[in-house]
């Protein structure tokens, strides 16, 4: 009776706690000197189901423990959620492709890139994997005409030990894996056709 006591106020203490607040980032990228020209990144809007963090870009998912998959929580650090954590991607894998960021102004003819947070979830139960899906889209300046538009999505599996231990390393090699992606499609033929098209 005892033993059942204190393992439902052990199961309480972990469902009720979530992992350490991950802080996580993308390896830095050497910015080219060679300019292309400019871009303004513009909205990241989080598009994720209800049950799958649309609530707060902080939400990553669960670690699922125990002999009946008891959930542990993963969060971001607090006021650094996916949004900024993109935002800090796209900047650098621009600038690495010789894209100036500039801040948004009006009356300039400079494209715009926004982002659409389809998916960006952690969950397993033995195994564990991060999905993403992301969704880039380049507009004119006047944001009236999609001039490019691209889905990205990865998936990255792993396995855990300690249920409260911080996998950051994980999840950061998640976000490499995207960054690979974006600056191929970045430096891509199909992009800087796009661009130009902005600048006509």
């Given amino acids: 009776m005892k033993k059942s006591f204190f393992l439902l106020i052990a199961l309480f203490f972990v469902v009720s706690c979530s992992g350490p607040k991950l802080n996580l980032q993308h390896t830095p990228l050497s910015i ?3 300019i292309q020209g ?19 870009f902080e939400n990553l998912g ?9 959930p542990v929580p993963q969060f971001t650090t ?12 796209l900047n650098d894998a621009l600038l690495h492709s010789g894209y100036h960021v500039q801040m948004m102004a009006e009356n300039t003819k400079i494209p715009v890139l ?25 507009l ?15 998936q990255t599996a792993f396995s855990i030990g300690d249920p409260l231990a ?17 600056v191929e499609f970045f430096k891509s033929e199909e992009f800087n056709k796009s661009y130009k098209l902005s600048l006509t």
């Avoid at 400019?38 to 707060?56: F, M, Q, T």
């Avoid at 911080?166 to 974006?182: A, G, P």
């Fill in 32 to 34: 080219n000197s060679i």
């Fill in 38 to 56: 400019k871009i303004i990144i513009g909205d990241i809007k989080n598009l994720r189901e209800k049950a799958r963090g649309s609530n707060s």
């Fill in 62 to 70: 669960v670690l699922r423990v125990g002999s009946t998959g008891i």
């Fill in 78 to 89: 607090q006021g650094r959620g996916l949004d900024l954590i993109i935002k800090s991607l």
């Fill in 114 to 138: 926004e982002t659409d947070i389809i998916d960006y979830w952690v969950d397993g139960f033995v195994g564990f994997a991060v999905m993403s899906k992301l969704r880039l889209r380049l």
């Fill in 140 to 154: 004119s300046s006047e944001k009236r005409s999609i001039l490019l538009e691209k889905d990205f999505t990865e």
């Fill in 166 to 182: 911080s996998y950051e390393e994980e999840y950061n090699k998640h976000l490499d894996e995207i960054l690979k992606k974006i």
